[in-house]
Nanobody
Framework: QVQLVESGGGLVQAGGSLRLSCAAS???????YAWFRQAPGKEREFVAA????????DYADSVKGRFTISRDNAKNVLYLQMNSLKPEDTAVYYC?????????????????WGQGTQVTVSS
């Protein structure tokens, strides 16, 4: 199983930017990686996903055009560049690893999860 460790969260004003990182390690690697987020009292929601080999991406409509998911295959690191942040982006952000057979927007597809990193956007 893949071990995932996120970093880069913090407090930022609306309109600002943050970059999240997720370091992957372990004997096996997932074929698809994603970022999810969970705000207090809400369900965990899909943010973005990328295939590890080909780099194909998918984004939730709420972040399309503002967030960019990428990976560094040599360093085994997943990134989420977040620009034009809004207060509604406030949540704990999780990176996840899984397989490509299924709905890549569903948390159930992913079997490896990081511990999460808090992102707070002030208005």
């Amino acid at each position: 199983q893949v071990q995932l460790v996120e970093s880069g969260g913090g407090l930022v004003q609306a309109g600002g930017s943050l970059r999240l990182s997720c370091a992957a390690s372990g004997r096996t690697f997932s074929s698809i990686y994603a970022w999810f987020r969970q705000a207090p009292g809400k369900e965990r929601e899909f943010v973005a996903a990328v295939t590890w080999s080909g780099g194909s991406t998918d984004y939730a409509d709420s972040v399309k055009g503002r967030f960019t998911i990428s990976r560094d295959n040599a360093k085994n690191v997943l990134y989420l560049q977040m620009n034009s942040l809004k207060p509604e982006d406030t949540a704990v952000y999780y990176c996840a690893g899984g397989t490509t057979s299924g709905n890549i927007r569903s948390p159930r597809l992913y079997n490896s999860w990081g511990q999460g990193t808090q992102v707070t956007v002030s208005s």
